[in-house]
């Protein structure tokens, strides 16, 4: 497993929040782990933007306190390119992250 601490790689929201990790690989080709700690177990919907930014994709899943990740397939995206995923639980929504597939 590749962990990766360097403190700019993350992005929290708020203090007690969602706080995002890095995905890896990225960019990717077959499939890429979704990474992130919740401090409460919760549900969680992950959505996927195009580059146009309209929503093409999104999942709903209940995670346990701590780190978790989602795997995302490449039959998950309609085509190699760039993307942007959120994450989004008790109505917070997480800052959008760039992911690209080839």
Not at 22 to 27: A, I, K, L, R, T
Not at 39 to 64: C, H, M, T, W, Y
Not at 71 to 78: A, E, G, I, S, T
Request: charged share 25%; no cysteine; proline share 8%.
């Amino acid at each position: 497993m590749i962990r990766f601490n360097h403190p700019l790689q993350m992005l929290k929201v708020a203090e007690g929040e969602l706080e995002l990790l890095p995905n890896f690989p990225n960019p990717f080709v077959e499939m890429t782990l979704l990474r992130f700690n919740l401090p409460s177990p919760a549900q969680v919907v992950l959505r996927i933007f195009n580059a146009d930014g309209a929503e093409i994709n999104q999942k709903l899943a209940s995670f346990e306190e701590g780190e978790n990740h989602v795997v995302l397939q490449r039959n998950d995206l309609r085509e190699p390119g760039i993307y942007e995923y959120q994450f989004e639980t008790a109505g917070v929504a997480s800052p959008r992250r760039k992911l690209v597939m080839f």
